[in-house]
């Protein structure tokens, strides 16, 4: 029995990168010998052991055939005698593909494994697919994508890009079930350049079949100094890379994507202004979201942000009674750390934009300000003075926001 550690890890050594995990192949052993050294059987479909001490995951040694469209469509075979090599030709990329002998104590032994000239793909920074056997799993498209996003300096391989546009013609991206494909986008907005995902996906063909929403949004003008490249696709895709250069969480990345889903279906007739866009965005945001599974944090951050990213960015224009208007239909009040997330995604909004990369957002420090001022009001001292008469109390209170913020705001 030997064990390899195989994959990511490998790459990201040979990269010098942080190992994030490892992965772990077994080859020459049966499942009754690894119950037998103490492994916990947990797979599924194919068999999968966690490790007595370190509970990490070790799987057999396995090939793999197409038998039905979509994901789920696989046939798994694992025995004693299926190699290294073999398993490793069942793998997405040659990046992917690489391994390492694994020794009793944990470390690592030996050259690296190469059966299919990985690291020569690392050097020259493309993405490689291994064999044909790419064009059977739907979600390897996925994955190209958001390496793409991670490793912002690869590119596709042209007889790669062949193939995953095959498989989009082929309908096996409409195969895909939502919650892998929201997996996969939630884990590339969190890289270090979303956008280069969604590039990915758009030169295949596969964006308008997974997100036509958002693949809409290529060649609708921006502004009214509209440039024919910087289109509504292209501010969106600034947007969202500006908010991961920020940090910012992935809820506040997701709203970033979609804030703007309106400006598709703009009437013709009045571009390139978007008057009611914001409406439009939340109808389209709404089913995506269903469609897609999305957790309710990063839709209604999304929500909430499609509706009030343009009074947001007005804000500056606004009287304290409008700012209080805004916190309650933001629920601001009660959730200031989504609202303060909501300011996130709208400044990063306001910079996505050539020329505005650097821009101050006053907006943001006028609305911090103001909703310290709104909440310090003590609601329960103003229902007391009013329990007699109920039913004034949510106006006399919405009063003495108004005024609180007045006087913050110097007003």
Not at 44 to 67: G, I, M, S
Request: proline share 5%.
């Amino acid at each position: 029995m030997n064990i390899y550690v195989v994959g990511g890890a490998i790459r990201d050594e040979l990269l010098g990168v942080p190992v994030q995990d490892r992965d772990y192949v077994v080859v020459g052993a049966t499942p009754e010998q690894m119950v037998a050294q103490g492994y916990r059987p947990v797979g599924k479909d194919f068999p999968v052991f966690l490790h007595p001490q370190t509970h990490e995951e070790y799987a057999l040694a396995r090939t793999e055939r197409k038998t039905a469209a979509g994901y789920h469509g696989f046939q798994f075979f694992y025995a004693p005698d299926v190699t290294l090599e073999e398993d490793l030709a069942r793998r997405d990329l040659t990046i992917n593909a690489m391994a390492r002998q694994l020794q009793p104590d944990g470390t690592l032994t030996g050259p690296v494994i190469d059966p299919f000239d990985g690291q020569a793909d690392l050097q020259a920074r493309v993405f490689r697919h291994v064999s044909d056997a790419f064009l059977e799993d739907p979600v390897r498209i996925l994955r190209v994508a958001r390496f793409a996003a991670r490793f912002t300096d690869f590119t596709v391989a042209q007889e790669t890009q062949v193939l995953m546009r095959k498989m989009v013609s082929a309908g096996e991206v409409d195969a895909l079930v939502p919650e892998r494909v929201w997996q996969e986008l939630s884990r590339g907005l969190m890289e270090a350049r979303p956008s280069r995902m969604f590039e990915v996906l758009r030169e295949c063909g596969a964006l308008v079949r997974i997100l036509p929403e958002i693949d809409a949004l290529w060649g609708v003008p921006q502004r009214a100094d509209y440039h024919p490249e910087v289109d509504t696709g292209v501010h969106v895709m600034m947007v969202v890379d500006h908010a991961a250069a920020q940090g910012y969480a992935l809820a506040v990345r997701f709203a970033a994507l979609t804030h703007d889903l309106g400006k598709a279906t703009t009437p013709e007739d009045v571009l390139p202004r978007h008057i009611g866009h914001e409406g439009r965005s939340v109808d389209l945001l709404k089913p995506l979201c269903e469609r897609l599974r999305v957790p309710n944090e990063c839709r209604d951050l999304a929500v909430l942000v499609a509706r009030e990213h343009g009074n947001i960015h007005r804000v500056m224009d606004t009287g304290a009674a409008g700012v209080v208007r805004l916190f309650e239909r933001c629920d601001a009040l009660r959730k200031p750390a989504r609202f303060a997330e909501a300011l996130q995604a709208c400044e990063a909004d306001a910079r996505g934009r050539l020329g505005f990369e650097a821009s101050e957002y006053p907006q943001a420090e006028r609305l911090r300000v103001a909703l310290v001022a709104a909440r310090a009001v003590d609601a329960g001292a103003v229902a007391l003075g009013l329990a007699e008469k109920p039913s004034l109390i949510k106006d006399a209170v919405h009063r003495e926001r108004v005024r609180a913020v007045g006087r913050a705001l110097g007003e």
